[in-house]
């Protein structure tokens, strides 16, 4: 696992990129079931942005972990409005008690920072952990099904350079407006869906992003991200 070397501001920034809005938030939030009444934990929060929308759709509460400190101080400020129904938490996921009492777990490029498969299957079992029988995990992610030698999507507002599917190879990120980029880690898919089932989830699947289709760019404008296997993927699994 790799140090958090961006700024929570510039990141939170970044959610305002087509790509954030068009395909991550419309892909996770397409999947998520219905949260009225539910308890969520979302897992790498970063500065909230997405526990505040989950509160928004219905959610009761929300647990916001992540274990960069700017980011939980940003998303504290952000929490006005909130209170109550949100309560944030400075701690790695691998290192956060859960209570077994989350209906949801909604983990945003978290499972892109472990290096192998023993640290993949911590992550898995401290999200499995926090939900109890019956609740769902729902994942953004690196694809690990596009593996390729170069750099690709600069026009896209990011830009993805990988070199193989070496197992814990960098996949990095160059967002626009970022200072300093993100570094993700390379895993085969069948790491994953490994690490899941050691976890102790009773089913996993992939799935491929979607597009909102009122987008104001233009089908046009994205047909490059799609064309083949796009940088990003969904995960569902379930407990």
């Known amino acids: 696992m790799g140090n958090i070397t961006y700024k929570a501001q510039e990141y939170s920034d970044s959610k305002q990129l087509p790509f954030r809005i068009e395909v991550e938030k419309y892909t996770l939030f397409s999947l998520f079931p219905?949260?009225?009444?539910?308890?969520?934990?979302?897992?790498?929060?970063?500065?909230?942005?997405?526990?505040?929308?989950?509160?928004?759709?219905?959610?009761?509460?929300?647990?916001?972990?992540?274990g960069a400190a700017d980011f939980i101080e940003l998303a504290r400020k952000k929490n006005v409005g909130y209170e109550g129904k949100i309560e944030y938490h400075y701690k790695l996921i691998h290192d956060f008690q859960g209570q077994g009492d989350r209906d949801l777990a909604v983990g945003s490029y978290v499972l892109s920072n472990p290096i192998n498969l023993e640290e993949a299957v911590a992550y898995c079992k401290s999200i499995n952990a926090c939900l109890r029988e019956g609740g769902r995990f729902v994942g953004f992610n690196n694809n690990p099904f596009e593996v390729f030698d170069g750099v690709r999507y600069a026009e896209y507002s990011f830009q993805k350079e990988m070199h193989g599917d070496t197992e814990g190879g960098e996949v990095i990120y160059r967002v626009l407006g970022m200072s300093n980029p993100i570094i993700n880690f390379y895993l085969k898919p069948q790491t994953y869906e490994k690490a899941f089932r050691e976890a102790g989830f009773s089913g996993f699947s992939w799935r491929r992003i979607s597009l909102n289709p009122t987008n104001e760019q233009g089908e046009a404008y994205w047909r490059n991200l799609f064309a083949n296997e796009p940088p990003f993927i969904a995960m569902l699994a379930e407990k």
């Open 34 to 66: 219905d949260v009225t009444g539910r308890k969520v934990i979302d897992v790498g929060c970063g500065e909230g942005i997405y526990s505040r929308a989950l509160v928004d759709l219905g959610a009761v509460h929300v647990i916001g972990v992540d």
